[in-house]
């Protein structure tokens, strides 16, 4: 029997957080394995920019493939370290 995470907890609860933010925060910590596999796709993409446009922030136009990858390389180290950091605080284990 699987244990059931309910998403919204009393509101006399001192860690309460809305519904919606539950699945906010939920929804953005289940994305850890796509920046994970894309940060280390990104590693060798300079040579091939026509694979960088899979990864990279939309909205960017430089025309500086090497730039675009390390950007974007940064971008999801920093979401991945934000997740294991509230890991690790949470749980050890994790």
């Known amino acids: 029997m699987a244990t059931e995470i309910r998403p919204e907890l009393s509101e006399k609860n001192p860690y309460w957080i809305g519904k919606h933010r539950y699945y906010e925060l939920k929804h953005f910590c289940l994305q850890y394995p796509i920046w994970k596999k894309a940060y280390n796709a990104l590693l060798g993409l300079s040579s091939r920019p026509n694979d960088l446009d899979i990864f990279v922030k939309s909205g960017q136009v430089?025309?500086?493939?090497?730039?675009r990858c390390a950007e974007s390389r940064v971008s999801f180290a920093k979401r991945m370290e934000l997740?294991?950091?509230?890991?690790?605080?949470t749980d050890g284990d994790l």
Not at 62 to 67: C, I, N, V
Not at 83 to 89: K, L, S, T, Y
């Open 62 to 67: 430089r025309s500086d493939p090497t730039a």
């Open 83 to 89: 997740v294991e950091q509230a890991a690790i605080g």
